[in-house]
Structures are given as C-alpha cells and as structure tokens.
C-alpha cells in the first residue's frame, strides 16, 4: 500500500510501498478515502514525542481517517466488513501505524460508523480536533450568557470550539486575523481579536474591561505566554497545550485550568459525527490535498497558519 511515512528516526517523511497491516484482536482495518491532518502529525514525525512513546520505523503518519472496513479483527464486532467509518489512530505504543496510507489499522475503541449524510472527506476531519475542543468546553463548564476568549481559533481545534460554545449560548472572543474574520463570525464568534495587530490580553481588556469568564488557549506552551490577566478571578482555563499546566501560576492570579488530553474514542466521535450530519456543527474543511502532496498540508500545520481542518484524499 501507499503510505506516507517516515522510514527512520530523523528522516523525512517520504510517500512510499508498505504491506498491507493485518488486522488482529481490538482492531479494525481499513480502507482509507480521507484522513484528516493534525499538528499532532508533525510532531510525531519529528520524533517529539519519542521519550514517552516508542516509535517503531517506517512510522506511518496520519490520526484521523474516514474508509471502509476491509477486515475486522476478533473482538470489534460493531462493524462489519464495508461498513462506512470514522477513527482514529490513538495514540498507544508503539507509535508505529497511520491513516496517511491506503490501509490503517485502527484500534477498534476508536472506529465508528459514518452517518450517510457526512461524506468521507468531511468525516475525516472530525476525530482528533473536534474531540479536543469538545474536551476544552466540558472543562471550562461554560453557562449561557458567559464570555468565553478562544487563542488559537483559527485552526482545526479552535474552528470547532467556537462553535460548541456558541450553541450553549457564550459570547464568544475569538482570536484570528482580519481576512478570516467573516470564517469566525459565521462559526460563532461575536468578536474577533487580531493578534498580529497587538498584544491580545490588551485588545480583549480594551473590548471587554470587567473581562471574560473563560479561557480556552490552543497556543501558550507556558502560562506566562497565555492572557490569563484577561481572565475574571475564579475563571477556568483549559489547554490543549501547556497554558494550563501549572496549577500553581494560575492558583496565583486566582484561576484553575485544564490541560486537555483528547481522546476522540468512538462514542465521543458517534456523537460529533451525528451533530455535524444533522448541520450543527460545520466541519470546516478548508484544503483537500491527494496523498502525494500531503507534506504541503502539513508544511502548512508547521507554518501555523492554517484554518479550519486540511484533509487528504486517498484512493479513488
Ligand atoms: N492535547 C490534545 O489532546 C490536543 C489535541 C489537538 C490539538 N492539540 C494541539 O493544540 C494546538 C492547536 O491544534 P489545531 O489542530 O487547532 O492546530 P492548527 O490547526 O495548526 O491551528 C492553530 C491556529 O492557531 C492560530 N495561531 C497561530 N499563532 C497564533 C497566535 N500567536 N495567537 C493566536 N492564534 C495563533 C493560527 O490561526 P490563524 O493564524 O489563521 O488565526 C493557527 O491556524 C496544536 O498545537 C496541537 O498540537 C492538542
């Protein structure tokens, strides 16, 4: 099968023939027709996350696909062969199998059916993404009528999190550029905050002076770099970076956090999938790619400017 993959440790990756999986206990093979791009992709790819997980090389790259079931090993008996489906490749050592291939073999707790209405390409933007943003809001437990500041909005995590709080009712402050204010507004957001035009603690103080209930921030590593000063006294943050990571510095400025750690399993994913059939919530796919110029979109993820979800189509 083609695969995207990187042959050795500090290689690049490279589009290239590898056997076919075989799909054994708990796990669900299939034939990939899109898979989703996450800046997880990268990082794994560069080896980031090696001293916590064992990679195994050639490691395919790619979390997220939408396909068809080709072989279902012993215990994932809630599909069947040519069943429609939505997964992902958690992330469980050893990092080795990816859905930038024409076959992953996907653990079955992450493998789910695909409603009719969504087709393949948008399915596969779901898992990884929108189940962090799902995770972000839950951990910020936002009421109607709150405002919530959204860092990092513009890309996949921050395109769904704006939506999912704005139909539980908050006023959303979403961070983005000028040219992609309409995008936000149209998702939900009630203000964009330019953050190439300034600092965003002080736009969103300038806009905002009693300041916001909530923080959900997609891009501080550290919560120094995050606007917590924004931030009422006993609001919460949630990260799915390190904005969060210190209990201690926010305890200082009289705030608790989250660092979220997605798990898009599939009764999480069932249940975004079935939202964004019924058109609750849009999967904003803003670039398609086939499989051999999937290293622009992730070139694009590394660039950090990418907006909404990029997805690779594989296959015919
Ligand atoms: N812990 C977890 O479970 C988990 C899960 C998913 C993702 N993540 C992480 O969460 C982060 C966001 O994920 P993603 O998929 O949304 O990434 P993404 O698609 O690359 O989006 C990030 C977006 O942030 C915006 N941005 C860049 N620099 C910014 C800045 N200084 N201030 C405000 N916005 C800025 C950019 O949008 P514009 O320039 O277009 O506005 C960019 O598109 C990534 O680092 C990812 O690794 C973690």
Redesign the pocket.
């Known amino acids: 099968m083609r695969a995207l993959n990187v042959p050795a440790a500090g290689e690049q990756p490279r589009l290239s023939d590898l056997p076919v999986p075989g799909a054994v206990e708990g796990t669900v093979l299939v034939r990939v027709k899109a898979a989703g791009l996450?800046?997880?992709d990268n990082?794994l790819a560069a080896g980031m996350m090696a001293e916590m997980l064992p990679h195994v090389y050639p490691l395919v790259l790619g979390r997220d696909a939408a396909g068809i079931v080709e072989a279902v090993g012993a215990g994932a008996d809630h599909v069947a062969v040519g069943d429609e489906v939505i997964g992902h490749m958690l992330l469980a050592p050893p990092i080795q199998a990816g859905t930038l291939a024409e076959y992953a073999l996907l653990p079955a707790a992450a493998v789910t059916h695909k409603p009719a209405g969504l087709d393949f390409t948008t399915a596969a933007a779901l898992p990884?993404?929108a189940?962090?943003a799902k995770?972000a809001v839950d951990a910020i437990e936002p009421e109607p009528g709150q405002t919530v500041l959204v860092?990092?909005?513009?890309?996949?995590?921050?395109?769904y999190a704006v939506q999912l709080l704005a139909a539980r009712g908050v006023t959303v402050v979403a961070?983005?550029?000028a040219d992609?204010t309409d995008r936000l507004t149209t998702l939900g957001a009630t203000t964009v905050i330019d953050?190439?035009a300034g600092p965003?603690a002080e736009q969103v103080a300038a806009a905002y002076p009693d300041g916001v209930d909530a923080l959900i921030d997609?891009?501080a590593y550290t919560p120094d770099s995050a606007p917590l000063d924004v931030v009422r006294k006993g609001g919460k943050v949630a990260s799915?970076?390190g904005a969060a990571a210190d209990e201690q510095a926010l305890a200082a400025v009289g705030l608790t956090g989250t660092?979220?750690?997605?798990?898009p399993l599939r009764e999480v994913v069932a249940q975004l999938a079935d939202q964004a059939a019924a058109g609750t919530l849009k999967v904003d796919v803003t670039t398609v790619l086939p499989l051999e110029k999937a290293t622009d979109g992730l070139a694009t993820?590394a660039s950090?400017?990418?907006?909404?979800?990029?997805v690779i189509e594989i296959g015919d």
């Open positions: 996450n800046a997880l990082a990884l993404a189940a962090a995770a860092v990092g909005a513009g890309g996949g995590v921050g395109s961070t983005g550029t992609d953050y190439t965003v997609l891009v799915t970076l660092s979220v750690m997605a798990a993820l950090g400017t990418a907006r909404g979800k990029i």
